[in-house]
């Protein structure tokens, strides 16, 4: 069964940053698509950034040029880097690795205060 653990989230001002990692486990990591998923209070999950397996990436357009999402796959693990961090991308952040299905780690909690 996949495992996913998402750690790094945490309380920052607006204009702070944050590094969410996500260690994976009992996968073949590398031939995984690995992304980022957000949900805000009252909305739905939104897709914040994928990697594919050869490193080609996605942004959603609110977090262009501000979050960059990377990954190790000697340590089975992916990253993600927020900068200038706004209180509109507090929400759960979500790790996930897809390769025929989707599979989820528990989330991490992050909040921007104003």
């Known amino acids: 069964q996949v495992q996913l653990v998402e750690s790094g989230g945490g309380l920052v001002q607006a204009g702070g940053s944050l590094r969410l990692s996500c260690a994976a486990s009992?996968?073949?990591?590398?031939?995984?698509?690995m992304g980022w998923y957000r949900q805000s209070p009252g909305k739905q999950r939104e897709l914040v950034a994928t990697?594919?397996?050869?490193?080609?990436?996605d942004y959603a357009d609110s977090v262009k040029g501000r979050f960059t999402i990377s990954r190790d796959n000697a340590k089975n693990t992916v990253y993600l880097q927020m900068n200038s961090l706004k209180p509109e991308d507090t929400g759960v952040y979500y790790c996930?690795?897809?390769?025929?299905?989707?599979?989820w780690g528990q989330g991490t909690q992050v909040t921007v205060s104003s």
């Open positions: 990697i594919t397996s050869s490193s080609d990436t």
């Open positions: 996930n690795a897809y390769r025929r299905r989707d599979h």
């Open positions: 009992k996968i073949i990591f590398s031939i995984y698509r």
